[in-house]
C-alpha cells in the first residue's frame, strides 16, 4: 500500500487502533524510514497529545481511595482494567467523531472541486468556440444597440461553425430566469440556447450550428428550463447580414 492509501490510518495507528493490514504496512513504512509516514505519524501523535491535554487526569490519593472503597464496603482490588477499558472506549468514540467529521470535509470539498472543474471545462470550450468563430474567413459581424441602458453588443455568425454573442447592459436575470438566444429563420424563432449574465452586465454565448438562411439574432427572458418559443418581448434584436 502507498502512504496515499495509508493517510486515514495513522491517527488509529497512533492510537493503537489500526487494524490489518493497515497496521503492518504502517510499520514496514516506518521501519524504511519513508518521510511521509514518519511526517504523519508526526502529526498524529501530536495530534493526540493535544486532546489529551485538553482533560488532564487527577490521581487520587491512596488514602482518599481506601475511604471510598469502604464507604460501599468493598475492599482494595489490585489491578484492574476498567480504567484502560474507559480510555480506550474515549478514543474509539473520538475517532469514529474525527474521521466522521474528516470524511464529510473532504466529500464536500471534493465535489466543490469537480464543480470548480466543470464550470472551468465549459468556460474553457466556450472560449475555444467564440474564437474559432470570431476568426472563421466566413464569418460576419452585426451590432445591436448604441447607448446605455438598453444592451448593446455584436454579434458574429460563421455559417460553418455557428453564432457568438458578445453583450453588455444585461444585468443579472431574476431567480428562476434565464436568458435565451434565438435565430430567426424564414420569421421563425429558433431556440438556440440558454445563458446568464455576469455581476457587471456582460454577457458571452455560443451556439453551435448551421446559420444558413438566418435573418436576425434575439434575446428574451424566459423561465430557467427554456421554452421552445418566446414568451416574453425581446429586450433586443439584431438582424444579420443576408446571404449566409
Request: net charge neutral; proline share 7%.
Amino acid at each position: 500500500m502507498n502512504c496515499n492509501e495509508l493517510r486515514d490510518h495513522y491517527e488509529l495507528y497512533a492510537m493503537g487502533l489500526a487494524d490489518e493490514p493497515e497496521r503492518s504496512e504502517i510499520n514496514a513504512h516506518l521501519n524504511r524510514r519513508c518521510e511521509i509516514c514518519m511526517q504523519e505519524m508526526t502529526k498524529a501523535r501530536q495530534t493526540l497529545a493535544l486532546l489529551s491535554g485538553t482533560a488532564p487526569a487527577a490521581a487520587p490519593s491512596p488514602a482518599l481511595r481506601r475511604r471510598i472503597l469502604a464507604s460501599v464496603g468493598g475492599a482494595q482490588r489490585g489491578f484492574g482494567w476498567s480504567p484502560f477499558l474507559a480510555a480506550a472506549l474515549g478514543l474509539a468514540l473520538f475517532a469514529a467523531v474525527y474521521f466522521g467529521g474528516r470524511e464529510r470535509d473532504l466529500a464536500r470539498e471534493l465535489a466543490r472541486v469537480r464543480e470548480e472543474n466543470r464550470r472551468q471545462n465549459i468556460e474553457l470550450t466556450n472560449l475555444s468556440q467564440a474564437f474559432t468563430i470570431i476568426t472563421g474567413k466566413d464569418t460576419v459581424m452585426s451590432t445591436f444597440g448604441d447607448s446605455e441602458p438598453k444592451p448593446k453588443g455584436k454579434i458574429f455568425v460563421s455559417p460553418g461553425q455557428g453564432v457568438l454573442l458578445i453583450g453588455g447592459n444585461l444585468p443579472p436575470a431574476p431567480t428562476g430566469k434565464m436568458y435565451e438566444m434565438w435565430i430567426i429563420k424564414d420569421g421563425k424563432p429558433q431556440p438556440a440556447g440558454m445563458f446568464q449574465s455576469t455581476a457587471d452586465g456582460s454577457a458571452m454565448h455560443v451556439h453551435r450550428g448551421n446559420t444558413g438562411n438566418m435573418a436576425a439574432v434575439a434575446v428574451t427572458l424566459e423561465d430557467e428550463a427554456g421554452a421552445d418559443q418566446p414568451t416574453s418581448t425581446p429586450l433586443f434584436a439584431a438582424p444579420i447580414r443576408t446571404g449566409l
